[in-house]
């Protein structure tokens, strides 16, 4: 069966300062992987996705992943964080062609501070 | 572009009633999904289904029923409502090779 980790419940960081999410997946073939956030009270919103290609994909809000095969980890970055990037973030990855079964870690809180 | 559409937004259920969540897709997605949202543990997937007629079981699908009459729409039923139901409900559409669609989920409270 597969699986997503997400070793980081918590994470604090301060305005202007670089942030990296990671996630770490168990599946047997190509993994189709996503990062969702979700805001308080709100829906999922999708940052990016990989699917094949060029390993480093790049998604909105400023934020990019890079998928490595070798580490089972797709690991998600952002350059500098902004007050507004304060969420829970979501790792997960999808099993079959229609991603209609996704397996989601437990996410990571994100708080920033002034 | 409405997207996906839950209703409703907020419930609050006696332990043994009856209820059912609605979903509905406006993108002509074959596949449609519901998950469950619990703290600490993710998002879990109750029910599936692959087209129209086509639905089947995900992670934990006790104590709820999936039917698929037409592609847009994807109701969940909880057959009689536990306080272990209380949870927030999320219901995703996607397509091949595409990315999952989420609405924006229904807080149930079961008393």
């Known amino acids: 069966a597969q699986s997503v980790t997400q070793p980081d419940i918590h994470i604090t960081v301060s305005e202007g300062a670089s942030l990296e999410l990671r996630c770490n997946y168990s599946?047997?073939?190509?993994?189709?992987l996503f990062w969702y956030v979700q805001s308080p009270g709100q829906g999922l919103q999708l940052l990016l996705k990989y699917f094949s290609g060029d390993t480093l994909v790049q998604g909105i809000k400023g934020f990019e992943a890079e998928f490595k095969r070798s580490q089972s980890s797709f690991n998600l970055r952002k350059p500098s964080v902004h007050w507004s990037d304060a969420a829970e973030y979501f790792c997960a990855v999808g099993q079959n062609f229609g991603n209609e079964k996704l397996t989601f870690g437990t996410g990571t809180r994100l708080t920033i501070i002034p | 572009n409405a997207g996906v559409t839950q209703t409703p937004k907020f419930q609050v259920l006696k332990t043994g009633q009856s209820m059912t969540l609605q979903c509905a897709q406006d993108?002509?997605?074959?596949?449609m999904s519901w998950y469950r949202q619990d703290p600490g543990m993710g998002l879990r997937l109750i029910h599936y289904s692959v087209g129209a007629g086509i639905t089947d079981q995900g992670e934990v699908p006790n104590g709820y029923n999936v039917s698929r009459s037409t592609t847009e729409d994807f109701p969940l039923r909880l057959l009689s409502a536990a306080p272990s139901q209380t949870s927030v409900y999320f219901c995703?559409?996607?397509?091949?090779?595409?990315?999952?669609?989420f609405g924006q989920g229904t807080r149930l409270t079961v008393v």
């Open positions: 995703a559409s996607s397509y091949d090779e595409g990315r999952a669609f």
């Open positions: 993108m002509n997605h074959e596949y």
């Open positions: 599946y047997g073939a190509t993994p189709y």
